[in-house]
């Protein structure tokens, strides 16, 4: 199998997972006891928050351990809801799920709720979200990156926005931690969302960044864990592992960036060569360096990569009861359905060989010019 899908989840680095192996072993201690075998988890998890601060520059004390990227947005949104009393809540058409029903289950509880829509690149206006401000208006959350078009939002101008009226920013960077610099003082947010798994730590844990002042209520109440902002003994191993990402993150940004680039830019022009109609989906350069998501017009995407199954890649459009369903976000950028049914998403890794690039381009090709010729 060639694994063109690290947007959906990566495998676990060898450095990570032999960061895991003590705390799966003789290192089983509880972080909130005080006797040595405490005391040294309490050290690894004070050394893992570090790394996780280190990469994306603040301090330790703003990093809030949790079970990964949905229930860090969950934190988030219902936490800082529950905080500031019912109000207005702005974000937008094209966040991931795990935004945009935290954001719809609120409505349901007497919050407003302000959905902004997106240009054909996928972006958000910042003065669409200027307009949308109102008095009562207590948060506004624009991802980072879009996890199927790799569209990176113009960020710092809806900071900029946010801080002159004195509400609160949250992102969802759940794909961008790893790719692309993350740093909250140039961003300017208030909270940032980090997915483990998208960065070759296991599912199963991510953070929260939380700056200095900002309140949440917590959701899960228990004991005094995480600055009694999530209860609940930690999950030492995991947030070793999640530390050790960071680190590696962190220390080869600059490397993998260009790594990345090159072999997305490959897959596009072997593709684009080999099939003239290619459509790119997303911005042509404000985007993460490994994603690729492109339309073969005329073209079932899903008829596509089941004749290709030695690589692993993403649709643009799922298949429900013998029907295709466009995504969401492709729908809202305004592509016509017959355009977005015919969209993949390729996301390369580390792992990734120019080899595997020019194979799966092979494959692809074959397949999509023996489906053009059936139509």
């Known amino acids: 199998m060639i694994y063109l899908d690290?947007?959906?989840?990566?495998?676990v680095a060898p450095e990570v997972a032999a960061a895991m192996q003590p705390f799966l072993g003789p290192e089983f201690g509880n972080p909130s006891c005080d006797y040595p075998l405490g005391l040294r988890a309490r050290d690894a998890m004070h050394q893992a928050r570090s790394e996780v601060a280190a990469t994306l520059n603040c301090a330790p004390d703003e990093i809030v351990f949790t079970s990964g990227a949905t229930e860090a947005n969950n934190l988030v949104l219902k936490g800082a809801a529950l905080s500031r009393g019912r109000g207005r809540i702005i974000t937008a058409i094209t966040e991931h799920p795990a935004v945009l029903n935290p954001c719809l289950f609120l409505d349901s509880l007497g919050f407003k709720l302000t959905i902004l829509p997106v240009d054909s690149q996928g972006l958000v206006d910042p003065d669409a979200v200027r307009r949308a401000l109102t008095p009562d208006?207590?948060?506004?959350?624009?991802?980072?990156?879009?996890?199927e078009t790799g569209a990176l939002a113009p960020l710092m101008e809806i900071a900029n926005i946010a801080r002159a009226a004195?509400?609160?920013?949250?992102?969802?960077?759940?794909?961008?931690?790893g790719k692309?610099?993350?740093?909250?003082?140039?961003?300017q947010v208030d909270f940032l969302t980090v997915a483990g798994h998208k960065f070759y730590a296991p599912?199963?844990?991510?953070?929260l960044y939380v700056r200095r002042g900002r309140e949440l209520t917590p959701l899960l109440h228990g004991a005094s864990q995480e600055g009694g902002r999530r209860g609940g003994t930690e999950n030492l191993p995991y947030i070793t592992a999640l530390g050790t990402?960071?680190?590696?993150?962190?220390?080869?940004?600059?490397?993998?960036?260009?790594?990345?680039?090159?072999?997305?830019?490959?897959l596009f022009e072997a593709l684009r060569a080999g099939f003239p109609s290619l459509i790119l989906n997303g911005p042509g350069a404000a985007r993460l360096p490994n994603t690729l998501n492109v339309a073969f017009p005329g073209i079932s995407g899903a008829e596509l990569m089941a004749g290709v199954p030695e690589v692993a890649a993403s649709l643009g459009a799922a298949c429900h009861a013998g029907r295709e369903?466009?995504?969401p976000v492709l729908a809202a950028m305004g592509l016509a359905p017959e355009?977005?049914?015919g969209a993949v998403r390729f996301s390369v890794g580390r792992p990734t060989t120019r080899v595997e690039v020019a194979e799966a381009a092979a494959l692809i090709l074959q397949q999509a010019r023996a489906l053009a010729r059936k139509k």
Do not use: F
Not at 6 to 11: E, F
Not at 249 to 264: D, F, I, P, Q, V
């Open 203 to 207: 599912k199963g844990v991510g953070a």
């Open 137 to 147: 208006t207590i948060l506004i959350s624009i991802m980072h990156s879009n996890n």
């Open 6 to 11: 690290y947007n959906a989840t990566t495998p």
């Open 166 to 177: 004195e509400i609160p920013l949250h992102t969802d960077a759940a794909q961008s931690v």
């Open 339 to 341: 355009v977005a049914r």
């Open 245 to 266: 990402a960071c680190r590696l993150a962190r220390e080869g940004l600059e490397t993998n960036y260009a790594h990345l680039k090159s072999l997305r830019d490959l």
């Open 180 to 187: 692309v610099k993350v740093d909250v003082d140039e961003l």
């Open 325 to 327: 369903a466009v995504s």
